[in-house]
C-alpha cells in the first residue's frame, strides 16, 4: 500500500455557524486561487449541525448554533463595536438574499420584521427609512404612528428581514461544504494551537470555538426559548418592555416551529429549563402571537400551542464584542498562526458571513507567506 503524503491543511475549529461559514469563504479563497485541490480545508469540532428539536438526538447547551432561533434584527451602529458588527450584518444580509434566490430549500425565509421599544435610546429615535437601509441592507423601514403602537410602547417600526431555521441552515451548509471537498473530524480540542501538534501538513488554524479556549474576556449568556408547533407566524416581532424584559417570535419556516422567546442572563450557567420561565414567556408573547399570526387562525391562540422543548443555549459572549484577528506565537515546530473568530453572543446568524468574509481576508493574507501552501499555489 502506497503512502500519500498529507496535503497542506487549513483547520477550521468549531461547526457553529461562524465555523460554517469561516471554512466556506476560505474554499472560496482556495478555489479562487486555483489551490482547491492542493490544500485541504478541515473543520475539527465536538458537536455538528444534526439535531432536530424533539428527536432523540440532542445537543449540549454550548453549541448555541443549534438553539438559535433565528433572526436578522439590527441594532443602531451607536459604538465602535456595534458600527463592526453593522458592517458584517449589512455583508450577511446581502448573502443571505443571494442564498434565498440560488437555494430557496436551504432553510432561509424573507418575511416581516417588526420591533417594539418601552424606553427607546436616542439612536433608535433617530432613525428613518434611509438611515436604516445605508446602516443594514433591508428594506420597507416603517416608523408606526402612535395610533399604531400597542400600550407601553413608546417605538414602533416595521421592516423586511430574514429568518433562519437554523438547524437545517446549518446541516446545508455542512453539507455543501463537504460536498466542495471539506474534511471533518470529530475531536474535543483543549486549545487552537492543539492542531499544530498533528504534523507539519497543518498550515493554519482558524479559532471559531464560540467562547475561545480560556479567554478571560469571554463569558456565557444563558438564554431560555419555547420552540413551539406554531406554524401560522408571518411576522417575526420583538418588544423590549420598558422593565428591561424582552419577549420575541421568531418563525423557523420549513416545518421548523416557532421560536418563543426569551432570556438573557449573563453568567448563568444552569443548563435545566425553567418551567416557570416557559409559562412567563408563552403569556409575555400572547400578543405579538395573534399580532404575528393571522387572526383567523384558532392555532395562535397561546393555550392552543404545543410545546416541542424548552431550549436552553450558551450564547458565546466576549467583553468588548467579537475577537477576530490573527495571532501569531511560537509553538512545537516553530512560529505558527491563528486566526481568532469567536465571541459573537446571540448575533451569530446576522453577521456570520460578515465575519466569514474579514476571516477570508486574513487569511489570504497569510496564505502567501505560508511555505506550506505557497509551494502549491
Known sequence: ???????????????????????????????????????????????????????????????ASMWAGAHVRPIPASSPQLRREAKWLKQTVAELDRHLQSEPSAGISRLPGVEYLGTPPPEYERQDAQSFAEETGLRGYRRYRDDELPEGIRLGYEYETYCINAPLYSGNLLRKFILQGGKTRQHDLKSEWEPYCWGSHVALVINASGMGFGDPKSFPIRGQTVLTNLSSAAKTITTQN?????????????????????????????????????????????????????????????????????????????????????????????????????????????????????????????????????SRL
Open 242 to 374: 420598558a422593565d428591561g424584559t424582552w419577549s420575541f417570535i421568531i418563525p423557523r419556516g420549513f416545518n421548523g416551529g416557532t421560536v418563543v422567546g426569551g432570556t438573557k442572563e449573563p453568567n448563568d450557567w444552569r443548563v435545566e429549563p425553567s418551567l416557570e420561565t416557559r409559562q412567563r414567556l408563552l403569556n409575555s408573547a400572547k400578543r405579538i402571537i395573534s399580532e404575528a399570526c393571522s387572526q383567523s387562525d384558532a392555532g395562535s391562540n397561546v393555550e392552543d400551542v404545543q410545546v416541542i422543548k424548552d431550549v436552553v443555549g450558551r450564547r458565546p459572549a466576549r467583553e468588548g464584542g467579537m475577537r477576530v484577528e490573527t495571532e501569531v506565537k511560537e509553538v512545537t515546530g516553530g512560529k505558527k498562526s491563528v486566526v481568532h473568530a469567536y465571541g459573537a453572543g446571540g448575533r451569530g446568524y446576522e453577521i456570520s458571513w460578515g465575519v466569514a468574509i474579514e476571516v477570508q481576508r486574513l487569511v489570504g493574507e497569510l496564505l502567501s507567506d505560508l511555505p506550506t501552501v505557497k
Open 1 to 63: 500500500m502506497s503512502y500519500s503524503e498529507p496535503k497542506p491543511t487549513i483547520v477550521v475549529v468549531g461547526a457553529g455557524i461562524i465555523g460554517l461559514t469561516c471554512a466556506l469563504k476560505i474554499q472560496a479563497l482556495l478555489a479562487h486561487r486555483g489551490a482547491a485541490r492542493s490544500t485541504d480545508v478541515l473543520i475539527v469540532a465536538k458537536e455538528w449541525p444534526t439535531s432536530i428539536p424533539g428527536a432523540p438526538i440532542q445537543h449540549s447547551a454550548d453549541y
